[in-house]
Each structure stands twice: as C-alpha cells, then as structure tokens.
C-alpha cells in the first residue's frame, strides 16, 4: 500500500489536507502535482475519489488565466475519443 496523501473536499467546495490538518486551495493542488506528491482528493460525504475532477480544476483555473495547458487539438481529440467509447 502505497502512502497516499488524502486531501478531504467538503460540500462547501473547501478542500482539507489530512496531513498537514489544513484547509487548501487549488494553487496548492497545483503546487503537489509540481512536486510529484501522491495524492488522492475524497469527497468527504460519499467517500468517492474525485481526483480526476479536482485536477481539471486546476487546468481549467490555468486556462482561464491566460496559462494555457492543453492544445485546442488534444481538447477535440478528447472529446471525440470519449464519443467513440
């Protein structure tokens, strides 16, 4: 078993680091993926990994502020990949 960072995201859409027993933000999600810190993002009411979903909020937050992540190519080669499946 791998030792997995568990950061907690609440109903009120704050996010909650276990380890550190901090509230953080979306720039400090950032900063753990930089840091290639494992992790995994629950939602504290279902107990569901919402992972996946937290990370393109920190894309979606870098593109809207003018730094962006993903081409316009992959973007349509995702969507129309995902229409295949």
Same mark, same amino acid.
């Given at each position: 078993?791998?030792?997995?960072?568990?950061?907690?995201?609440? +109903?009120?859409?704050?996010?909650?680091?276990?380890?550190?027993?901090?509230?953080?933000?979306?720039?400090?999600?950032?900063?753990?993926?930089?840091?290639?810190?494992?992790?995994?993002?629950?939602?504290?009411?279902?107990?569901?990994?919402?992972?996946? *979903?937290?990370?393109?909020?920190?894309?979606? *937050?870098?593109?809207?502020? *003018?730094? +962006?992540?993903?081409?316009?190519?992959?973007?349509?080669?995702?969507?129309?990949?995902?229409?295949?499946?």
């Amino acid at each position: 078993m791998s030792d997995q960072r568990v950061i907690k995201k609440y +109903p009120n859409r704050r996010l909650y680091d276990t380890a550190k027993s901090q509230y953080i933000k979306l720039n400090d999600i950032h900063a753990l993926v930089m840091e290639q810190v494992e992790f995994v993002v629950m939602d504290s009411k279902t107990q569901s990994d919402i992972t996946r *979903g937290v990370l393109l909020q920190v894309i979606a *937050g870098q593109e809207l502020e *003018g730094r +962006p992540v993903l081409s316009r190519e992959f973007l349509s080669d995702a969507i129309r990949t995902r229409r295949r499946a």
